[in-house]
């Protein structure tokens, strides 16, 4: 039976905005290992399929007033494989900046010492300010972004491939190590790459680690489509997050794959309280720790130039669909009215959301109505679980997995316990086979 | 305060023996996993070793039938040994030939943050024709690049990482929750850099390292690695056979330092070392002699035909000096291979045999063996060590946790009855175990 899938992301003190100001975070143990090993082992305990961190190779704006440095992932995540035990273990990496053979090393190697718990998310990097630490003046186009993702993930994945998972035979007895036809080169020659291989690391225990993806643009459904075996997403309302699951399974489909396999996972933000009077007031606690004049000029952005500067903050979220441009886009301003008229919130408590979920779904309530939600989006098709972006840590990840977990557990959504030792099996994910070995490393051809 | 004996456990595979996966008591099946790594750095921290020190290769070497060759990433092994120790240090080797400044910068800078301050980098420059091939371009084009050029970048990238760990003040984090001011931009500042290689605006995406620097290491012997390590090298490490060339060799080093403004004891110099122990000489021996006899021999025959450009080494007697005419010039054995060098110009001085050869390759691929009981190897490493021509060494196990175990419960004891070697850890970080300074912020003013 389909199991809800749970990912704990991790970001800084927690998702919120502002929240390294709030006395239910430590702003000061966030670059420390230990900090690093208590989420993830109450991440574990919660039985979550993995711990995942996001990265940009950049020091992103607004480092004054938020936490925005961040350690190397595969850093953190290879002293977690020391630390945990069975939770996967994903990182982000990117294919605009860096190379495959190194990244194909370093997440087989991650693979190795975690015993099989390691998974690549996929990103093409899209912060401008990345390239000028990388040498190039300006990001690559969209297009030329993709080509080159594309490219880097085939190369990527035939490096894990070029080992048989018996090519170490270490016979005493006739003193071989290894067997050159179990190991064969890569000889990849593309657009932007060229690479002989094989990989000086033996195939990884999960044969491959587990790609995730994160795109939603066309060009990321098409990446998404060939690689991903999970995918993360940002989705507010349930039919739009069904609609987006059905087109991303057509073309999975398309490309001749099983949709079936790849579990969809929103991000989410949730703010919990005992009753939902106490919810709110944490969620309102929150957003006092933000900007509103930065959350007004976000808006305003988003809604085609509309000012609401001089709206009263506390009352009922303005009717903005009637105030915005004709020719601004509409969508935004849609979404924004629906969700305000459904929870009656202000414009100040939309402020809040916004800042809490960095573009991702902040539910606020009690841990029956978060897990109620869960499950109503799981059972229409809109989830196969979700990528848990607790607002403050470590409490929100805690509260979470102390009250809204067993909820899941009781109704049969989550499972008892981990079914595996891997991150392929916390997924439901196949080991991929190895292709059919062909041209075989020899010892002739190798000794020149 | 008095000078201190330096020991870093460097550890391949399942040893450094050519055979050490055929014999007892090693589990080359498990070699890949943390266990393997975690158990080795444990034992060497429970001997308050300096640091492990993981070596690098960007290719699957070409023989690889015989021998384990493949290698796991040094700083994502070096990562999850943050979480398995305390205070062992931390050293994984990075190329500044296939890789990055920002991305390198950012990895040790985390190694350092995770690991409490213990990190350090082992600077190399990469030569290899098969390394390049993994790291093509577009159509086939492979970056080779020439010795100096490879220097001249190796320098850059060093200058390039530096600026990046120093664009953070320590103090850069000041976390006013009244005031909602997280960091102070003043003391966060870009690198803006333009060399001939790299062009990096920074600033790093991670705060000043524990160590304001991880400590930086270097291993190459030829001039320009010389060179460079004089300038920017902390920890160097060497092979080296004969007392007095080693001495010859740490007082080169020194001058060199000295002329680009250092101290000496900015720079500490770590021959390696293969110790095979024995309760008496003649049980060292054998046990040697039984090492060699496991097998392996293909092997080495491969790679020293390989390393002699491809001459066919199976017609020649094995008892009998290698011939001089086929023993290439020192000066034709340039670059990265100057380890070789010193192999060939061994066999010529002592006019090896073929078989004695193919031992040195086999026991130490290039580094010093020494065979005897452990109060031999303490004395030698004590006479060394006070002479001037180490400042302590970097031990190269021939079996896997065996030869580890040994020097650490027989050796290590003898090196503190001899007040060399320190009882356990004063400080926490890599830096306070050498006695190196904590860097101060390049651009800071002092006062």
Do not use: C
Not at chain 1, 164 to 191: I, K, N
Not at chain 1, 266 to 288: H, K, M, N, S
Not at chain 2, 61 to 69: K, M, Q, T
Not at chain 2, 278 to 305: N, Q, V, Y
């Amino acid at each position: 039976m389909a199991e809800l899938h749970l990912t704990l992301f991790v970001n800084g003190v927690g998702h919120h905005e502002g929240v390294w100001r709030s006395p239910r975070t430590d702003p000061a143990r966030a670059h420390g290992l230990g900090w690093f090993t208590e989420l993830a082992r109450t991440a574990e305990r919660g039985l979550f399929d993995a711990v995942f961190l996001a990265d940009v190779p950049v020091l992103a704006a607004g480092a004054e007033r938020d936490v925005q440095e961040r350690l190397d992932p595969v850093s953190v995540l290879s002293a977690l494989a020391g630390t945990t035990e069975r939770i996967g273990l994903i990182g982000t990496a990117s294919t605009t900046y860096g190379d495959p053979f190194t990244l194909a090393r370093q997440f087989a190697t991650l693979d190795h010492l975690s015993g099989g718990r390691a998974g690549w998310n996929v990103v093409t990097t899209s912060i401008p300010a990345a390239a000028e630490n990388f040498g190039a003046a300006e990001l690559p186009d969209h297009a030329t972004r993709y080509r080159r993702a594309h490219e880097f993930v085939e190369v990527v994945t035939g490096l894990w491939d070029g080992w048989a998972d018996h090519a170490l035979v270490r016979d005493r007895v006739l003193g071989r190590y290894l067997d050159p036809a179990r190991v064969r080169r890569l000889d990849h020659r593309g657009e932007h790459f060229s690479v002989r291989g094989p990989l000086n690391v033996p195939r990884p225990p999960q044969g491959r680690p587990v790609l995730v993806q994160a795109g939603s643009s066309a060009a990321g459904i098409g990446l998404a489509a060939r690689f991903a075996e999970t995918v993360f997403t940002a989705q507010w309302e349930i039919d739009e997050a069904a609609r987006f699951a059905v087109e991303l399974r057509a073309a999975i489909a398309v490309a001749g794959r099983d949709p079936a396999t790849v579990p969809i996972l929103p991000g989410l933000v949730p703010i919990l309280g005992g009753t939902e009077t106490d919810a709110r007031r944490l969620a309102a606690e929150f957003a006092a720790l933000t900007d509103t004049a930065v959350g007004i000029s976000l808006l305003r952005n988003q809604l085609g130039g509309l000012d609401l500067s001089g709206d009263d903050l506390d009352a009922p979220f303005p009717d903005v669909l009637s105030r915005i441009a004709p020719s601004a886009p509409q969508h935004r301003a849609r979404l924004l009215t629906r969700l305000a008229a459904a929870e009656r919130l202000s414009l100040r408590e939309v402020l809040g959301r916004l800042a809490g979920g960095h573009g991702h779904r902040v539910v606020v309530g009690t841990p029956e109505q978060i897990a109620a939600e869960l499950g109503a989006w799981f059972r229409a098709g809109a989830a196969d679980g979700f990528t848990v972006m607790p607002a403050d840590l470590p409490q929100g990840l805690t509260d979470f997995v102390d009250h809204v977990v067993p909820l899941l557990r009781r109704s049969g959504l989550t499972r008892p316990d981990y079914r595996g030792t891997t991150l392929r099996n916390h997924l439901g994910l196949a080991r991929p086979q190895v292709p059919i070995q062909s041209s075989p490393v020899t010892a002739g051809e190798e000794r020149r | 305060m008095s000078r201190e004996l330096h020991l870093t456990l460097f550890p391949l595979g399942v040893g450094h023996h050519e055979a050490a996966w055929l014999a007892e008591g090693t589990d080359p099946a498990g070699m890949h996993g943390l266990a393997h790594f975690a158990g080795l750095a444990r034992i060497a921290e429970a001997a308050a070793f300096d640091a492990v020190f993981l070596a690098d290769q960007l290719s699957l070497r070409d023989i690889v039938e015989f021998n384990p060759h493949e290698k796991l990433d040094p700083l994502v092994v070096l990562g999850a040994l943050a979480a398995s120790t305390e205070r062992i240090g931390l050293v994984g080797t990075a190329s500044t030939t296939f890789a990055e400044p920002y991305a390198v910068a950012r990895q040790f800078a985390s190694l350092d943050h995770v690991s409490g301050g213990r990190a350090g980098w082992n600077i190399v420059t990469t030569a290899e024709a098969e390394a390049s091939e993994n790291f093509g371009g577009p159509d086939g084009v492979t970056p080779r690049r020439p010795h100096e050029e490879r220097y001249a970048r190796a320098a850059e990238f060093v200058e390039v990482t530096r600026g990046l760990w120093d664009g953070w003040a320590d103090d850069a984090l000041v976390r006013d929750r009244g005031t909602g001011r997280y960091a102070d931009p003043a003391r966060i500042t870009e690198s803006r850099h333009r060399g001939a290689h790299f062009s990096v605006r920074g600033p790093l995406n991670v705060p000043r390292p524990p160590q304001g620097h991880p400590v930086l290491v270097q291993a190459g012997a030829s001039e320009p690695g010389l060179e460079f390590a004089a300038r920017v090298a902390e920890l160097v490490f060497t092979a080296q056979y004969d007392h007095d060339e080693s001495l010859a060799f740490t007082r080169d080093l020194q001058a060199r330092a000295a002329r680009h403004g250092r101290r000496p004891d900015e720079v500490l110099v770590l021959p390696g070392l293969i110790p095979v122990l024995g309760a008496t000489e003649e049980e060292a021996r054998h046990r040697e002699s039984a090492l060699h006899a496991l097998g392996g021999g293909e092997h080495s025959l491969g790679l020293l035909s390989w390393l002699l450009g491809g001459v066919d080494l199976r017609k020649l007697p094995l008892d009998a000096p290698v011939p001089d005419a086929i023993l290439p010039a020192e000066d034709e054995v340039g670059g990265q291979r100057a380890r070789f060098a010193l192999l060939v110009r061994l066999a010529r001085r002592e006019r090896l045999t073929l078989r004695q050869l193919l031992h040195q390759i086999a026991g130490g691929h290039g580094h010093r063996v020494i065979v005897g009981t452990p109060e031999q190897v303490a004395a030698d490493i004590e006479r060394w060590f006070r002479s001037g021509a180490a400042d302590g060494f970097n031990v190269m196990p021939p079996v896997l946790p065996a030869g580890l175990e040994e020097f650490t419960e027989q050796v290590v004891p003898l090196l503190r009855r001899a007040g060399i070697f320190r009882e356990g850890y004063a400080g926490t970080t890599l830096r306070e175990h050498l006695g190196l300074l904590r860097p101060v912020r390049t651009g800071e003013l002092v006062g």
